[in-house]
C-alpha cells in the first residue's frame, strides 16, 4: 500500500472519530434520547467505514485528499461554530 493512502486514510480517521462523537452530542442534546443518538452514530460510523475503506484501496488521490480536506473543515466549523 503506498504512503500517501495510510496517511490520507489515518487523517481522515481522525477526523471521522470527532466528527461521530460531535455528532452523537448534538442528537442528544436536541432530542434526549440515547437511541436516537446512538443510531445517528452507527450511521455517521458506517458512512466513514465505508468512506475510509475505498480511502485505503481504490479512490484516486485527488478524490482521497479532497475528504480528507473536507472532513477536516467540517469538524473545525463544527467546534468553533459550538
Same mark, same amino acid.
Given at each position: 500500500?503506498?504512503? &500517501?493512502?495510510?496517511? =490520507?486514510?489515518?487523517?481522515?480517521?481522525?477526523?471521522?472519530?470527532?466528527?461521530?462523537?460531535?455528532?452523537? =452530542?448534538? %442528537?442528544?442534546?436536541?432530542?434526549?434520547?440515547? !437511541?436516537?443518538?446512538?443510531?445517528? !452514530? =452507527? %450511521?455517521?460510523?458506517?458512512?466513514?467505514?465505508?468512506?475510509? %475503506?475505498?480511502?485505503?484501496?481504490?479512490?484516486?488521490? &485527488?478524490?482521497? &485528499?479532497?475528504?480528507?480536506?473536507?472532513? !477536516?473543515?467540517? %469538524?473545525?466549523?463544527?467546534?468553533?461554530?459550538?
Amino acid at each position: 500500500m503506498e504512503t &500517501w493512502r495510510i496517511i =490520507a486514510t489515518a487523517l481522515f480517521a481522525a477526523a471521522q472519530l470527532a466528527l461521530v462523537l460531535f455528532v452523537m =452530542a448534538n %442528537v442528544r442534546e436536541r432530542t434526549d434520547s440515547g !437511541g436516537k443518538a446512538a443510531a445517528a !452514530g =452507527a %450511521v455517521v460510523l458506517a458512512a466513514s467505514l465505508i468512506v475510509g %475503506v475505498l480511502m485505503a484501496t481504490v479512490l484516486a488521490p &485527488w478524490l482521497a &485528499w479532497s475528504f480528507v480536506v473536507v472532513a !477536516g473543515v467540517t %469538524v473545525t466549523v463544527m467546534v468553533l461554530a459550538s
